[in-house]
């Protein structure tokens, strides 16, 4: 057995202890805790290379933790999956959550620091958030540790984060499509300051540049990641492209499975059938999105994945662990179902 030297703190990390025992971290947190869904076969081999390591457990002060979990809303179906993720790991662990909703504005964020230092909460998950330095800064005054998901813009090297690979999720969606055949491709991108947006958008159009394919202006509106943008971006282009005189695309690439949702309804209302005159592809692979009609190709984002993730690194964090990564990104991939066909004119 070959042993991995300790980093540069002098400390052991759980993916040192994985690494050495051909496991993965969440075994080796699995075993820490507890947990009766471990063989006793590896069980032992974790032990042991612990025992070799000389890895001290640290004592747990996560049973009976308070966790802020905010997201700028709480009512849409990508946020329930990210709550479903993260209550799963804290009951678990025996400790509790508080949901707040900062709904993208700075007031907000503002009150919720306050509300936070008030109940003297043991650690924080910031969902598509975007802190200012001044409110980092609070909170390591606060010695509140806490994990960012997903986001909005680019943030210290040193503060943990968890995502997703939206650029390649974009560019596996609209190579789809590209292979289908279609020249005439949409993109109804997201929020324009929000960092996954920004990499799903560039995915997007670094894959119709290497086809050498054009996105005609307007093409790519920026609009919000839920279904009534969806619906309001897809009309807007469609009218335009009446207006102009032009053909409209034969397929269109969603930043978010709500603003696909969102789209269908426009086309339907324009009188296009999916996926006979447009193709439609989607991202995150919501629960929903195998229940459309027809069911909607998408890239999976694997949120509940994202969610546990980030809980057990900030409840790692809070025990006194070293964050075995700061910044994870885990793969997305593309799900073909029965909303997207070559175009008509390749039948």
Not at 88 to 97: D, F, K, N, T
Not at 197 to 214: K, Q
Not at 280 to 290: E, H, K, S, Y
Request: charged share 20%; with cysteine; proline share 5%.
């Amino acid at each position: 057995m070959t042993t991995e030297n300790p980093d540069a703190s002098g400390r052991i990390t759980l993916s040192m202890i994985a690494s050495e025992a051909g496991v993965s971290v969440s075994t080796v947190s699995k075993v820490l805790n507890g947990r009766s869904d471990v063989s006793t076969d590896t069980k032992e081999r974790v032990e042991a290379v612990m025992d070799q390591l000389g890895y001290q457990r640290r004592p747990t002060r996560r049973r009976g933790a308070v966790i802020d979990l905010v997201l700028n809303e709480l009512d849409s179906l990508w946020s329930v999956e990210i709550i479903r993720g993260v209550d799963e790991v804290l009951q678990e662990a025996g400790a509790s959550m508080v949901l707040s909703a900062v709904h993208g504005r700075s007031a907000d964020t503002r009150e919720w620091i306050d509300q936070l230092a008030a109940r003297r909460s043991n650690g924080a998950i910031l969902v598509v958030s975007d802190l200012t330095p001044q409110q980092r800064k609070r909170l390591t005054a606060l010695d509140v540790p806490f994990v960012l998901l997903d986001p909005v813009g680019s943030v210290d090297a040193l503060v943990p984060t968890v995502g997703a690979t939206n650029w390649a999720g974009a560019v596996s969606a609209t190579q789809h499509l590209i292979e289908l055949g279609h020249t005439r491709i949409a993109h109804l991108a997201g929020p324009r300051q929000v960092l996954c947006s920004r990499a799903r958008a560039d995915g997007f159009r670094a894959t119709m540049e290497a086809a050498e394919l054009r996105v005609p202006d307007g093409w790519a509106p920026h609009g919000e990641f839920n279904d009534t943008s969806g619906r309001k971006e897809m009309t807007r282009l469609l009218a335009a492209v009446q207006a102009a005189g032009e053909q409209p695309p034969t397929a269109v690439f969603a930043a978010s499975d709500l603003q696909a949702l969102g789209a269908f309804e426009a086309l339907r209302e324009h009188g296009h059938a999916i996926p006979n005159d447009v193709s439609i592809v989607g991202f995150d692979d919501l629960p929903v999105a195998r229940w459309t009609h027809p069911p909607l190709t998408t890239v999976r984002q694997p949120l509940l994945e994202m969610a546990t993730m980030a809980a057990n690194t900030l409840l790692r964090i809070i025990d006194g662990e070293p964050a075995d990564q700061l910044r994870l990104e885990l793969a997305t991939q593309l799900i073909v179902r029965g909303s997207t066909a070559a175009p008509a004119s390749a039948r």
